[in-house]
């Protein structure tokens, strides 16, 4: 099966489109990873209507889905990838998937909620606020 067709609920809409959060929920629950990156500057996301998912980029004509994580000490980036890869093969099925660790939480780090789902997609970066004296 590939991400391209549909198949009996395996994260795949009829339309032929990657479900981004069940991705999202499948590799959140892989205990090597703490959460999503979205990257550097914000620049691994997928948009959706009125949102994006950080730390995930579909590419919907290879079929190919690239997961950036923030792994969580001591899980090995091999270790990481094998979870997360075992974690998308019911969802994804036969589609590539490539696995990028851009930073390590300690073991004890809380895992922040997702942000992704309720940030609408303005494409703008929020300002922090003026620091007063």
């Not at 703490?34 to 990257?39: D, E, P, R, S, Y």
């Amino acid at each position: 099966m590939s991400a391209r067709t549909a198949a009996g609920g395996d994260g795949i809409v009829a339309t032929g489109a990657i479900d981004t959060d069940r991705i999202a929920d499948a590799v959140l629950g892989c205990p090597g990873v703490a959460q999503l990156h979205g990257g550097r500057f914000g620049e691994v996301a997928t948009y959706l209507p009125g949102r994006r998912v950080s730390g995930i980029r579909v590419d919907p004509t290879a079929p190919a889905v690239e997961v950036h994580v923030v792994g969580r000490y001591p899980a090995s980036v091999a270790e990481i990838d094998h979870q997360v890869r075992t974690a998308l093969l019911p969802v994804l099925g036969g589609a590539r998937v490539d696995v990028v660790v851009g930073d390590y939480a300690g073991p004890t780090e809380p895992t922040p909620a997702r942000q992704s789902d309720s940030a609408p997609a303005t494409g703008e970066l929020p300002v922090p606020p003026a620091a007063t004296p």
